[in-house]
């Protein structure tokens, strides 16, 4: 069965600290998608970002930054230099892989604070 | 920029009534998801359409919940007798294809008194 751990619940940072959210997937497919959703509060799941499972390079995009680790099964996000704006609801999902239909499955989120 | 309409953002209901929610897609995806997510929880798929056949509805509760998608475009969820396990975010997504990745909508949150 597939599943995603988001082990912190709740942090807390002061703007311009950096913050790394972990997420732990469970898979036995060796093709899969991962990816990470933010949700303000105004509600609605913003996507940032998708890797695929035979595609280990870490990826950057402004503050944002992923580091994808098959050995731990691992997608971890970090904000470098967080801002207040980074305060959200961030969720880490999976799903299977190829053309097969199959679900998205998401964490239980980590709500994140950044403190001016 | 494209994105998921829904509506209302906001619903308040009583125990037993019927309500409805409203979804439409970035024009011209033609998968379309309804999610639950309860409150400190991740969104859990209560139905799947691709174009206007459901693919996956094994975790709407299809004794009070129905899903349509008449013409392969908007879609309209309804919970007939409303409970109070009810009460939740509801949110609408939508891709170019199956695989694709998923937009999302603002969201409806539902309030069951």
Redesign the interface.
């Known amino acids: 069965a597939q599943k ?1 751990t988001q082990a912190q619940t709740e942090i807390s940072v002061v703007e311009k600290e950096d913050v790394t959210l972990d997420c732990v997937y469970e898979t036995r497919d060796t093709t899969y998608y991962l ?1 990470w ?1 933010k949700q303000p509060p ?6 940032l970002i ?1 890797r695929n499972s035979f595609d280990e390079q870490n990826e950057i995009s402004g503050r944002y930054s992923w580091n994808f680790q098959k050995s731990t099964s691992s997608f971890n996000f970090t904000i470098t230099a967080s801002q207040v704006v980074d305060s959200a609801v961030y ?1 880490c ?1 999976l799903r299977k ?3 097969s ?1 199959d ?2 499955i ?4 980590t709500s994140l604070s950044v403190i001016p | 920029e494209a994105e ?1 309409a829904q509506s209302p ?1 906001y619903k308040i209901t009583e125990k037993s009534q019927a309500v409805a929610f409203w979804c439409d897609p970035i024009s011209g995806h033609a998968t379309l998801y309804w999610y639950r997510q309860i409150l ?6 209560l139905v ?1 359409f691709q174009d206007e056949s459901v ?2 509805d094994s975790q709407l509760p299809k004794d009070r919940f129905s899903a349509e998608r008449l013409k392969g475009v908007d879609s309209t969820l309804k919970i007939q007798p409303a409970e109070l396990g009810d009460s939740a ?1 509801y ?1 609408c ?1 939508s891709s170019f294809r ?2 694709g ?7 409806t ?1 539902l309030s069951v008194l």
């Open positions: 995603v990816f959703y105004s509600g609605e799941l913003v996507f998708r969720f999902a892989g190829g053309t239909y679900k998205v998401f964490g239980p989120g | 998921v953002r400190g929880q991740g969104p859990e798929l799947q693919v996956d975010m949110l997504a199956r695989e990745i998923q937009y999302f909508g603002a969201g949150r």
